[in-house]
């Protein structure tokens, strides 16, 4: 046997009980990025009162969970506008002092944007408001799988620390 390898078999040896003991943390990792998530609560209810105005919507930006119900009061304090949901095709028109409702039922996750569907001036294109649909799953998945490592690394340096 020559030395290049002997020296390969002692490395190899070397990198077995490491890889024995991280393994399972490799495979708990694994698991907490896959596994499916069931409902984090129960479907609740939203009133959300929006009011449309010359060149926004108050508010912009509405979350809530896949399963909810959301109920929206619309109203517009200056001209016509419109509210229409992409994804789900809600349209709905709303004259200055009459308030409409409208009911969704959030039955898919994701970014879903509302817009006025009535041209209403110069800045209409830019009147956007964002709904946003759904848990915030893969951030929770990144931070157990960042526990899981840290925890593995803990147990690797605290062996390492023993055997010296």
Known sequence: MDLSTTARRSSVAVFW???????????????????????????????????????????????????????????????????????????????????????????????FRYRCSVSCGALHPFMIGELIVGPNVPFWRAVGATIVALSGLLVHFRYKQNST
Do not use: C, N, W
């Not at 009980?17 to 991280?22: A, N």
């Not at 129960?42 to 010359?54: D, G, K, L, N």
């Open 17 to 111: 009980p490491i890889i024995g003991r991280l393994l399972p943390f490799v495979l708990i990792a694994a698991m907490v990025l896959v596994t499916p998530v069931p409902a984090l609560a129960a479907p609740r209810t939203h009133y959300v009162e929006i009011e449309a105005s010359q060149f926004a919507f108050q508010p912009g930006r509405i979350r809530i969970h896949q399963g909810d119900t959301l109920v929206i009061t619309l109203s517009a304090s200056d001209v016509v506008h419109g509210f229409y949901l992409e994804g789900y095709g809600i349209s709905q028109r709303v004259e200055p002092g009459v308030s409409q409702q409208i009911t969704i039922t959030a039955d898919r996750r994701g970014k």
